[in-house]
């Protein structure tokens, strides 16, 4: 059973505009979170991350938000570039041993 | 610096078979992972280790062994495969305690006919 969930598997945004990417997980033993990057034919690059001590963490465009009463974090970019299409992989760990990705969403820039 | 380096990039495997996906690191982490990505599913763990002499299981560990004999490489072996180990799979490392974010290498493409 998927821990980690994105049900969106695509968005498509204009540029300048706001994205918003979102991720639902169900153990309430996750303590961090992660957002990856994943260009076609490369890794998934780490993005930004946010302990669940915290509610929000900002790292220039990017900005994570974590509600733990609704198991829910969400990914804004402002503003969208055409550079940040990509596939969004969220990701959350208990203790940082094991990692549970969720299924990705594709994010289109249109310019 | 490389970073992580995966061998081969693709390959086509007969069922049955058996298989080394190669994964080197050069940055001394402690910890490194294998996942495999599959359409719909996302990344799973396959296994992982905390450091050099232990490994672990993850989320999809049957059909798959790693061994950790030394810091820099974690190989992953498919002792027999079968078309279903059609994948994507992804190595990565991290610093270990303490830190989670995780360094991916480019992939290896396999596929199992």
């Known amino acids: 059973d998927q821990q980690v969930k994105q049900n969106s598997p695509s968005l498509s945004v204009q540029e300048g505009r706001i994205s918003i990417l979102n991720c639902d997980y169900t153990n309430s033993m996750f303590d961090y979170f992660l957002w990856y990057k994943k260009y076609p034919a490369e890794g998934p690059t780490f993005l930004i991350s946010?302990?669940?001590?915290?509610d929000k963490n900002e790292d220039g465009r990017f900005t994570v938000f974590l509600n733990k009463s609704a198991k829910h974090l969400s990914l804004h970019i402002v503003p969208s570039q055409p550079g940040d299409s990509a596939v969004y992989f969220c990701a959350a760990s208990i203790t940082g041993n094991q990692f549970y990705f969720g299924t990705g969403t594709s994010l289109t820039v249109i310019p | 610096i490389a970073g992580i380096t995966q061998a081969p990039t693709s390959q086509i495997l007969a069922a049955g078979r058996r298989m080394t996906l190669r994964c080197t690191q050069d940055m001394r982490h402690n910890a490194m992972y294998w996942y495999r990505q599959d359409l719909g599913l996302g990344l799973r763990l396959i296994h992982y280790s905390n450091t050099a002499g232990t490994t672990g299981k993850g989320e999809v560990p049957d059909g798959y062994s790693v061994s950790r004999a030394n810091t820099d490489d974690f190989p992953l072996t498919l002792a027999s495969a079968v078309p279903s180990q059609t994948s994507v799979y992804f190595c990565?490392?991290?610093?270990?305690?303490?830190?989670?974010?995780?360094?991916f290498g480019p992939g290896t493409r396999l596929t199992v006919t």
């Open positions: 946010i302990s669940s001590i915290k």
């Open positions: 990565a490392s991290s610093a270990g305690t303490g830190s989670h974010e995780q360094y």
